[in-house]
């Protein structure tokens, strides 16, 4: 079956832009994660969901920071005002509940200019 | 509190040599231990995983053994290939409040020549 997508796999943007980053879980599946991936900080939690609650935000950088989910699906992470510290690959996964395997997506590129 | 301490990289084996990459873990609670690996323009997949002490994982040829006494789960293979050329990363997940989110190692990166 179809795996987790993500959209768009590329972001550029200028500094001070408002950016947002889609994620398309797998089917059936009622956790969604939210991940980070830079060079200096290797890969870190920003958020979980499960169904449209978020039990967990602990991993959000900052309050320009902030997720949505809707139907238990359809997950938006948007990014206001970024600055370059926040370039980096945005990764998004998905388990059938929590505590389970977690699959991820191919992650959405961002470059902060 | 939750972490993973992988060995740094970078790994630079020859096709058929024996690989070993260290992953040691600290937890609150009794977690589930994992191996992502990430191949050159792709997304993580999953390799093994095991959920309690003494089980084994295995996939690929890859194994590695959950181990409570040492807190470990290093991942082994016994003859590498070209195609096992990727990032590698431990990672556990542990219940409670922190509801399953991985907490994954630096990362390993592994080279390997024909």
């Known amino acids: 079956g179809a795996g987790v997508s993500q959209s768009p796999s590329n972001k550029v943007t200028e500094k001070g832009k408002d950016v947002e980053l889609r994620c398309d879980p797998i089917?059936?599946?009622?956790?969604l994660y939210w991940y980070r991936q830079s060079l200096g900080q290797g890969l870190e939690f920003l958020i979980y969901f499960q169904g449209n609650s978020a039990p967990d935000k602990s991993g959000l950088p900052s309050d320009r920071f902030s997720a949505e989910r809707t139907g238990g699906s359809v997950s938006t992470l948007t990014i206001q005002r970024t600055q370059q510290e926040d370039s980096a690959v945005y990764l998004c996964?998905?388990?059938?509940?929590?505590?389970?395997?977690?699959?991820f997506g191919p992650g959405t590129r961002l470059l902060v200019l | 509190g939750n972490s993973v301490t992988q060995m740094e990289g970078p790994v630079t084996l020859s096709e058929e040599a024996f690989l070993t990459i260290n992953c040691t873990y600290t937890?609150?609670?009794?977690?589930?231990l994992f191996w992502y690996v990430q191949y050159p323009g792709e997304g993580l997949q999953l390799l093994l995983k095991a959920t309690k002490a003494d089980d084994k994982g295995s996939n690929k040829g890859f194994e590695a053994t959950y181990r409570k006494e040492t807190t470990s789960f290093h991942l082994e293979k016994g003859s590498v290939q070209v195609s096992d050329s990727a990032v590698y990363f431990c990672?556990?997940?542990?219940?409670?409040?922190?509801?399953?989110?991985?907490?994954f190692g630096r990362g390993t990166q592994l080279t390997v020549w024909p």
């Open positions: 937890a609150t609670g009794y977690p589930s």
């Open positions: 996964a998905s388990s059938f509940i929590s505590q389970e395997t977690q699959y």
């Open positions: 089917s059936g599946h009622t956790a």
């Open positions: 990672a556990l997940s542990v219940g409670g409040s922190t509801l399953g989110r991985l907490y």
